[in-house]
């Protein structure tokens, strides 16, 4: 059974930090990209950064660059996003989700090309 389970969020205050953490289970990190997407109060889910599962190729949104930081620990079947230097609008439950790799594009266009979700975790920026 593919899996995937996130865990890190937490209430933080503005300027703060997290990582978050995507365990994969049920399937092989190597042959999918693994994605974070974020879905804040009242607005569609956004991409906001992939790693391919086999490499080191990423991708990371405009509103987060230079702020996040995605990588992978193949040897502990996990994919971490560090989010530094955090805003309120960073607010929203930050999801997991996996796309094979003969569907997906390192841009986050189209979440239907993920088939695998995790739960979610909530990341709350506030003072």
């Known amino acids: 059974q593919k899996q995937l389970v996130e865990s890190g969020g937490g209430l933080v205050q503005p300027g703060g930090s997290l990582r978050l953490s995507c365990v994969v289970s049920?399937?092989?990190?190597?042959?999918?990209?693994i994605g974070w997407w974020r879905q804040a109060p009242g607005k569609e889910r956004e991409g906001v950064s992939c790693?391919?599962?086999?490499?080191?190729?990423?991708y990371i949104s405009n509103s987060v660059r230079g702020r996040f930081t995605i990588s992978k620990d193949n040897a502990k079947n996990t994919v971490y996003l560090q989010m530094n230097s955090l805003e309120p609008r960073d607010t929203g439950v930050y999801y997991c989700?996996?796309?094979?790799?003969?569907?997906?594009?390192?841009?986050?266009?189209?979440?239907?090309?993920?088939?695998?979700w995790g739960r979610g975790t909530q990341v709350t920026v506030s003072s």
């Open positions: 049920g399937f092989l990190m190597e042959h999918y990209v």
């Open positions: 790693i391919l599962g086999s490499a080191g190729s990423t």
């Open positions: 989700a996996a796309a094979s790799l003969l569907v997906a594009k390192m841009t986050m266009e189209d979440e239907n090309e993920y088939s695998v």
